[in-house]
């Protein structure tokens, strides 16, 4: 080869420059075939300080990483919920690949492949010889051994563009180490399990990593199946996947087809009439347009698949650090099998559409939990998942706290709340047969008891009220939960304390959608002020069902890593929050609710049942909470801006001049569990004889109405918190804050039922 420049040359690097340089780089493989140290090539200037290692420093060991690959999340029964991924792959096996598939790659990237080393010396010189003629860098001189080493460098890289760019730089350094781990590679794995891995591993645009995805996104089918004509398509995107693109560009796709096809009649993998006739044909497209995410989710478990996977990114059973668990989530190849029931599910979304239209003002949110296992088996809402306002989509997940994509604060529950105020009331020795005289209205008591010993004071006077002027006392605990008396429990509070509430909700897993305690002031330990969520109530539901024992909520039943083997999961952490004693006392009391109580329109007819409703103040949140001894349920209907008074309103077309707990979340919660449960179990709860006084039997008893908030007189923002002034803690949210207007009990305090 000629060293002078060629004549006229104005800049850049001639012909004899190029091949000096690809000289150079034959001289450097065979150097590197010979063990020789690198410095030995600095003749040929490519050992610049600093730009090249000595050969023998090079480690020798390829760390091969994962490649990252699809996970399946499945229900309980095995059924796919939905395909997630980083990069759409699926590893096969050289046999489930087509044969044509494996000629085609390797006809048109190294066709020596079977025939040389790690480095090919008679590529090099071909590559000298053409880019000394073309006057530039047209051909490359890399083995398919090589490819592969680079491959890893970049799946190592992952989405990070420094490191990818460092594995992907044009220089000497990097081509030298590239070199060296091609002969451990090929020294290590052999030829047919490097040509396995390269197209396990090569990108084929489309988002479609690896030749299984490549085969189903553009011919829906699997890589064994491909035809001469398919793989020789694929085989000519892997040199530019956007250029040869077939979905963009056919004609252009067409072309780089045709080359492969003829190369492959050169080295004689199919004859020139095969060649001919698959030239001839149209490309034959059948995409299958990328399925990833939980968007994708199927029977409406698009928020339940999202929390899985935040869930995941949360425990620390999967990782240290956060960004250890999204590091293996990431790269997938899992196999997350759940604990949602598809019959259940599928009630919960009927029950949904059912109720609450996807354009009305306000969403509904449904969580079931199996009590004793904390197994969440439904979980939906009636806003769908995405991220286009116009079609009212969301990806707040309206049944789970803010740390898992929930409401910032939760929703308030309102009268949901007194079972646990009661059951801290039972716990503490009050009798089950307490009373008290519960007119319509009177002030909160003068001062209550806090766990950090000062006491909360009401030094503004703040008054609760009854729903109707005709509930006035006096009243047993029976009758009050059965009509939801507030003041009643304005009462017991202020006899129990707020300590016994606090440590009583500590132990039923109760914390605010923050994820912090329930505010110590009258308004949250009695009418619900303190914004929860339907997984938070369902669970807490689920020990009185478990006859005192607490559950803590799960998801995941269990996980298969890529490799076949079991990962560890989080499990249920099961503790006492009651005695049996207690526990069955509350079970007849919330019997009472939906027998003949303010929960009549949800009460179920066929099995033992129990619940509790609750309205909120101005009629912002509506909700029914209930269980059977087999499944506990919570159902929210509100705004999750908490802007909409749910007054002179029409949801899921039904008009409702006010909104009630029992109107419209109890049908929802009813219709629900009747699905979740028909064909299973109707066990009874055990419940206990108590005595219920001769009152008066005409009286009011608002069936299924009596639940709404009042205002208590206080015009005021109230405040406080341990040891404050007001009936409701001083919480003040900007208007945009979701969940945040009114969550902490700011406005009037006069909570309902």
């Known amino acids: ?66 490649l990252s690959q699809r996970t399946t999340i499945l229900d309980n029964q095995g059924g796919k919920i939905a395909t997630v991924y980083s990069r759409d792959r699926t590893v096969v096996k050289l046999d489930q690949i087509s044969p044509y598939m494996q000629k085609a790659i390797v006809a048109i990237e190294d066709s020596r492949f079977f025939e040389h080393g790690a480095v090919d010396a008679k590529g090099i010189l071909r590559a000298i010889n053409a880019n000394a003629r073309g006057g530039g860098v047209s051909q490359g001189a890399s083995t398919l051994t090589q490819q592969y080493v680079k491959n890893v460098f970049m799946e190592e890289a992952g989405d990070d563009p420094t490191k990818l760019a460092q594995a992907t730089q044009q220089t000497i350094g990097r081509k030298v180490r590239e070199l060296k781990y091609a002969i451990q ?23 479609a990593y690896g030749i299984e995805a490549a085969s189903q996104r553009y011919f829906s089918k699997h890589a064994k199946d491909l035809t001469v004509a398919e793989s020789a398509m694929l085989a000519g995107i892997v040199q530019s996947p956007s250029r040869y693109d077939p979905v963009n560009d056919e004609a252009e796709a067409k072309k780089r087809r045709n080359v492969v096809l003829q190369r492959m009649a050169d080295v004689h993998d199919i004859s020139q009439a095969e060649a001919d006739k698959a030239k001839a044909s149209d490309l034959g497209l059948k995409v299958s347009r990328p399925q990833n995410g939980c968007i994708t989710a199927v029977k409406g478990a698009a928020f339940f698949c999202d929390y899985v996977r935040e869930v995941f990114m949360e425990d620390p059973v999967f990782g240290k650090t956060k960004e250890e668990r999204a590091k293996i989530w990431n790269r997938g190849g899992l196999t997350v099998k759940t604990t949602l029931d598809p019959q259940s599910q599928e009630s919960v979304q009927a029950a949904i559409k059912e109720n609450v239209y996807r354009t009305d003002k306000v969403a509904t949110a449904v969580t079931l939990v199996e009590p004793g296992t904390g197994k969440i088996l439904g979980m939906g809402q009636s806003k769908p998942y995405g991220t286009d306002n116009s079609k009212n989509e969301t990806v707040l997940n309206y049944s789970v706290n803010a740390k898992y994509n929930g409401s ?11 079972p646990f105020l009661a059951a801290a009331a039972l716990e503490g020795g009050t009798p089950v047969t307490q009373e ?19 006491p909360w004071v009401n030094s503004g006077g703040y008054k609760v009220e009854n729903e109707n002027e005709s509930e006035v006392g006096p009243y047993r605990l029976k009758e009050a939960m059965e009509k939801s008396i507030n003041t009643y429990f304005v009462q017991m509070l202020g006899d129990t304390g707020m300590c016994p509430v606090v440590k009583m909700t500590d132990k039923l897993g109760v914390v605010q959608g923050n994820g912090t305690k329930v505010d110590e002031v009258p308004s949250s330990m009695t009418l619900g002020s303190t914004g929860l969520s339907p997984l938070t109530m369902a669970s807490a539901y689920a020990a009185f069902a478990n006859e005192g024992t607490y559950c803590t909520p799960v998801a995941i039943d269990s996980i298969t890593g890529p490799n076949g083997k079991a990962i560890d999961v989080p499990k249920t952490q099961c503790s006492r929050a009651m005695s049996t004693e207690t526990a069955d006392k509350i079970n007849t009391l919330l019997s009472g609710v939906t027998d003949s109580g303010t929960g009549q329109q949800a009460g179920l007819q066929s099995r033992a049942n129990a619940g509790k409703t609750g309205t909120t103040d101005a009629r912002k949140n509506a909700w029914f909470v209930g269980y059977t001894p087999n499944l506990a349920g919570a159902v929210w209907v509100g705004s999750a801006s908490q802007a909409v008074e749910m007054t002179d309103i029409t949801i899921g077309g039904r008009y409702h001049a006010q909104v009630y707990g029992a109107d419209t979340p109890g049908p929802i919660w009813r219709s629900a ?26 009286r009011d008893k608002d069936k299924g109405h009596g639940d709404g908030g009042q205002d208590d007189g206080n015009n005021g923002d109230d405040g406080g918190g341990d040891g404050g002034d007001d009936p409701t803690p001083d919480i003040s949210l900007p208007g945009d804050l979701i969940g945040g207007n009114g969550n902490g009990g700011n406005g009037h305090g006069g909570w309902g039922r």
């Open 673 to 698: 569990m009747t699905g979740a449960l028909e064909g299973r179990p109707a066990p009874g709860f055990n419940l206990v004889n108590i005595p219920n006084p001769d009152k008066d039997k005409d």
């Open 1 to 66: 080869m000629g060293k002078k420049r060629s004549a006229g040359s104005g800049g850049g690097m001639s012909p004899a420059q190029q091949a000096a340089k690809f000289l150079g780089v034959s001289v450097l493989a065979g150097a590197v075939l010979a063990g020789i140290a690198l410095p030995a090539a600095g003749a040929l200037g490519l050992a610049a300080k600093g730009s090249v290692e000595g050969f023998d420093e090079i480690p020798a060991n390829l760390k091969t990483p994962p």
């Open 436 to 454: 008290y005289p519960a007119p319509y209205q009177m002030p909160y008591p003068s001062s209550v008891q806090t766990c950090s010993g000062k």
């Open 408 to 418: 910032g604060y939760g929703f308030p529950t309102g009268s949901t709340f007194k």
């Open 185 to 207: 590679v090929e020294d290590e794995l052999g030829k047919k399990k490097i040509l396995a891995n390269y197209l396990n591993i090569t990108y084929f645009g489309q988002q």
